[in-house]
């Protein structure tokens, strides 16, 4: 009787422990918390040539030929500004691309690079090394003093506010600004990257200076510094650093420091690129989701 006490007891503990073994949907094994892998060609968005936030990217990335040039592959699909990009990323579930930190919009996902987060804090702690600066170039003595007002409310406490407000990294040791009751018309041209928040600054300088009107032309930074050096507008914006000979015709002055964050479809799995994965893809090397190591 004992012995058959005692076998229908360890019957009972071994049927107890496949149970334990079985499928549970409450289970925190691997095989329920892996993701899914996206598979298919992966179809790379770049900005066209000229853009600034071309240049910085192919440049942080590497994405150069052994001269130094870029070399971003002529399969990309080229999109003119930052809100055709944001667009034709959201609407391909293969697709990747690249855009100004403070362009973000829930439209797209931002993946990580190397395992990092592209946010104002990482980019300013310089853990997130993507980044590149947003600057004003001009004739040096060439300013007429409306537009030279405008530069020193950019660069003033409360223009650097407004950076800040963007989703940018402003610029420290900044003073209060004093309208000095200037009048007349400004232009500006250039990147399509500074442009959106040089919108804000413009609206925000426009109420203190109600005789003042601000014209802003998206343009990209290469056509923005051109125009600067021909004297066709008083300020050119750009998104990358003024090569030698355009430093010997413009000054160039910073006004804020952005990251560039790498950006797939919502329905993409991954979350994580390497910097070498983004370099791969942007060369042509890498052609299918499959191949992009998690």
């Known amino acids: 009787m004992k012995k058959l006490i005692c076998t229908l007891l360890a019957g009972s503990i071994l ?15 691997p095989t329920n918390t892996k993701k899914a892998t996206i598979t298919g060609q992966i179809y790379p968005i770049t900005r066209e040539s000229g853009s600034g936030t071309r240049s910085a990217f192919s440049e942080l990335f590497e994405v150069v030929d052994n001269d130094g040039n870029d070399a971003i592959t ?16 959201a609407g391909n579930d293969y697709s990747i691309g690249y855009v100004s930190l403070g362009s973000l919009s829930d439209d797209v996902k931002a993946v990580k690079i190397d395992g990092t987060k592209c946010t104002v804090d990482n980019v300013k702690s310089g853990t997130y090394k993507i980044s590149r600066p947003f600057n004003i170039c001009y004739i040096d003595g060439k300013l007429s003093k409306t ?37 007349g018309k400004i232009t500006l041209a250039g990147s399509t990257s500074v442009a959106p928040v040089m919108d804000k600054l413009k609206d925000a300088y426009e109420k203190v200076n109600s005789g003042v009107t601000i014209e802003i032309q998206e343009s990209g930074s290469s056509a923005g510094i051109q125009s ?30 952005d990251g560039i964050a790498v950006i797939v479809n919502k329905n993409n799995s991954i979350d994580n690129l390497t910097s070498e994965s983004v370099k791969s893809i942007y060369l042509g090397e890498t052609t299918d989701w499959s191949e992009i190591e998690q």
């Not at 049927?15 to 094994?29: I, K, L, V």
């Not at 399969?75 to 500004?81: C, D, V, Y």
Request: charged letters at 25%; aromatic letters at 6%; a negative charge.
């Open 15 to 29: 049927a107890a422990t496949f149970a334990g073994c079985g499928t549970d949907n409450n289970s925190s094994s």
């Open 74 to 89: 002529e399969t990309a699909e080229s999109t003119s500004s930052t809100s055709v990009m944001m667009t034709t990323v």
């Open 147 to 183: 537009a030279d007002d405008f530069r020193s409310y950019i660069l003033s406490t409360e223009g650097q506010s407004i950076i800040e407000e963007e989703g940018y990294i402003p610029m420290e040791n900044t003073k209060a600004y004093k309208s000095s009751g200037v009048s």
């Open 228 to 257: 600067a050096t021909e004297g066709a507008v008083d300020i050119g914006m750009s998104s990358r650093e003024l090569s030698d000979d355009e430093a010997k015709a413009l000054k160039s002055e910073q006004i804020a420091l």
